[in-house]
C-alpha cells in the first residue's frame, strides 16, 4: 500500500456501497483495514527504532547522566562532612570529658 493509499483509508470507506456487502459488513471490513494499515505504521516505526538510536532520546539521557553525576558527587560531600563533623564532635566531647576529669581530680 502506497503513502497515499494508507492515508486514504482512514479518510473514506472503500468498502462502502459494495453490492456484495451489507453496511455493517462493509463498516467491520474497513476497521479491519484501518487496524491493518495502524500495525503496518506500528511495524515500520518499531524497525526504524530498532535499527539504530534515536538521538533525542540519547541527548536526554545524557543530559540526565550529567545531572546524576552532580547529584552523587554532592551526596559524597554531603556524606562526607556529616562523618567529619561526627568525628570531630567525638573527638570534642572526649577531649573535653578528659579535660574535666583532670580539673575534677585533687
Known amino acids: ?3 497515499s493509499t494508507a492515508s486514504e483509508i482512514f479518510e473514506a470507506n472503500p468498502y462502502e ?8 459488513e462493509a463498516d467491520v471490513l ?3 483495514a484501518k487496524l491493518n494499515q495502524n500495525i503496518k505504521d506500528l511495524v515500520i516505526r518499531t524497525r526504524q527504532l530498532s535499527e539504530g538510536p534515536d538521538q533525542d532520546v540519547l541527548e536526554r539521557l545524557r543530559v540526565l547522566e550529567r545531572k546524576m553525576g552532580l547529584v552523587m558527587t554532592l551526596f559524597k560531600v554531603s556524606a562526607w562532612g556529616v562523618i567529619n563533623e561526627m568525628t570531630t564532635a567525638e573527638e570534642a566531647s572526649e577531649s ?3 579535660a574535666g576529669d583532670i580539673t575534677a581530680q585533687p
Open 1 to 3: 500500500m502506497s503513502t
Open 17 to 24: 456501497n459494495h453490492p456484495n456487502l451489507t453496511q455493517l
Open 30 to 32: 474497513w476497521e479491519y
Open 96 to 98: 573535653f570529658a578528659s
